[in-house]
């Protein structure tokens, strides 16, 4: 008898080694493209997604945030990397210091949020020490959740070390909070 059968319990035991991974997408208009993706990468994206699923609040703190207002016209956005939290996947923040198109006011910042399609939050917005909300946000395209005049940016800048906290808060989850870094 293998040491893989147990007649007396009636259990085969297999094993099995992934190699690879391949991902297959489809391209609109342009047919199949295929995309490896080493498993670590797979497995170590769904152990972020476990590991910040009690993460309530992101904080994304702006570094030399003088030197981007300067630099960025209006209408320009700055992008937080992906993230995850409260067991939602690839989150993302799009601040705009200066403004987007549709911001009204002057000297005001947009701020958005990206996720997935089919995701439900209710979240508050923050910048510096404004907080807006909590809104639900039902994300059913790729256009980011937020508000075109979201506050006056000047007013929000930490001048000590010239940096500006934008973040999330999201609701009905424990509280812990996940710091990112530009």
């Known amino acids: 008898m293998a040491p893989e059968v147990d007649r007396e ?25 295929l995309i490896a993706t080493p498993l670590e990468q797979m497995v170590a994206k769904e152990v972020e997604v476990i ?23 209006r209408g320009a956005a700055l992008w937080s990397k992906l993230f ?6 690839e989150i993302l923040f799009e601040f705009y210091p200066n403004g987007s198109n549709n911001t009204t ?3 005001f910042c947009a701020f958005y949020v990206r996720c997935q399609d089919k995701v439900t939050i209710a979240l508050s917005l923050i910048v510096g020490k404004v907080k807006k909300g909590p809104i639900k946000a039902v994300f059913d395209s790729l256009v980011g959740k937020g508000l075109p005049d979201f506050c006056s940016v000047e007013d929000q800048i930490n001048t000590d070390d010239d940096t500006l906290e934008v973040g999330i808060e999201l609701q009905h989850t424990p509280e812990k909070m996940l710091q990112l870094e530009t």
């Open 84 to 89: 995850t939290a409260a067991g939602i996947r």
């Open 51 to 73: 590991a910040n699923r009690n993460v309530s609040k992101i904080i994304w703190k702006i570094t030399k945030i003088s030197e981007r207002l300067s630099g960025l016209p």
């Open 105 to 107: 006011k002057d000297g």
């Open 9 to 33: 319990h009636d259990i085969l035991r297999v094993g099995v080694n992934f190699l690879e991974v391949m991902h297959a997408e489809e391209d609109t208009g342009k047919g199949l493209k």
